[in-house]
């Protein structure tokens, strides 16, 4: 059998820096090595933790703005072809303001379509903001 075992101690195991003790190296001075890098992962892991955490607030804050602006689109939706049917059925106002009411119903709409492409801009800005 040509291939290396790790049971008869003849396989290369994969190097890592903090994984053993060096050669030259008491094992007072590994704990101590092994210490300071202990808290160096700790204080990175803690800086990812923060890192993701703002990321998720601000997917949530994003996701909920985008929920108020469909809200919105819907309640300018409801008022707007209420007033067409208002002005349709009573005949008050002319067939122009009509037009118009369309016209804003559709701007509206497309408002909140752009919606999305308008957040990521912001989120951009603001990142500028805080660099």
């Not at 808290?39 to 803690?46: I, P, V």
């Not at 998720?56 to 707007?80: K, P, Y």
């Not at 989120?123 to 660099?131: D, E, L, V, Y």
Request: hydrophobic share 50%; charged share 20%.
């Amino acid at each position: 059998m040509t291939t290396p075992a790790f049971a008869n101690g003849s396989a290369r195991t994969l190097h890592c820096p903090f994984a053993g003790r060096h050669a030259d190296e008491s094992p007072h001075d590994f704990l101590l090595r092994r210490h300071d890098e202990m808290g160096t992962e700790l204080a990175l892991l803690h800086r990812q933790v923060e890192f993701q955490t703002e990321c998720l607030r601000e997917a949530r804050w994003a996701a909920h703005r985008s929920t108020q602006w469909l809200i919105a689109a819907a309640a300018l939706d409801a008022c707007i072809s209420l007033m067409i049917f208002l002005t349709w059925a009573l005949a008050v106002l002319p067939a122009s303001l009509a037009v118009l009411g369309v016209v804003a119903l559709v701007s509206g709409n497309l408002i909140v379509i752009g919606m999305p492409a308008l957040e990521r801009a912001l989120g951009r800005i603001r990142t500028w903001r805080r660099a």
